[in-house]
């Protein structure tokens, strides 16, 4: 990996052949400000071979002088670049403690039991009102119903 940050517009880079993009560089400054422990990398084009996540945030361990990407980034979240350090400001745990990100975690777990409870919910209500209709005999108020031709059901 190396680290250079390039995309389309900005300043042209001959060692990589390549566009730095000036965000790029802007957002690396960022996340090397908020923990010179990171860095943001960039494998260029020509070294990529299909991976669909060129960029990396790296953190340097200074005890081990070992590195380890803490997340990949596709090209299509590099578009949003405020959404990177917004992500790494929400889980650092040295900043918010770690009951702080797994009470978010849970949070979000919540909310998605939510959506599919509700949406169930709206699923169940639809069913109610068919039965009803069927029950009642229908507009026509009718003694029997034809689901098809061969099922019929009778109202008691």
Do not use: C
């Not at 992500?87 to 900043?95: C, N, P, R, S």
């Not at 409870?117 to 229908?138: A, C, N, P, T």
């Amino acid at each position: 990996m190396t680290q250079l940050f390039a995309a389309e517009g900005g300043t042209y880079n001959p060692e990589l052949g390549e566009f730095v993009n000036d965000v790029h560089v802007h957002l690396a400054a960022i996340i090397h400000d908020y923990k010179p422990t990171l860095s943001l990398v960039y494998i260029p084009k020509k070294d990529q071979s299909g991976f669909e996540k060129p960029w990396a945030i790296v953190e340097k361990d200074p005890r081990f002088q070992k590195e380890s990407i803490i997340r990949y980034i596709s090209t299509e979240e590099m578009k949003n670049p405020a959404a990177i350090p917004a992500w790494l400001f929400e889980g650092d745990q040295d900043k918010h403690g770690k009951n702080h990100v797994l009470e978010r975690i849970e949070n979000q777990v919540r909310a998605q039991q939510l959506l599919e409870l509700k949406r169930q919910e709206e699923e169940l209500e639809d069913m109610i009102d068919h039965v009803e209709f069927f029950v009642s005999g229908g507009r026509e108020k009718l003694h029997t119903i034809r689901f098809d031709k061969h099922t019929k059901v009778e109202r008691g």
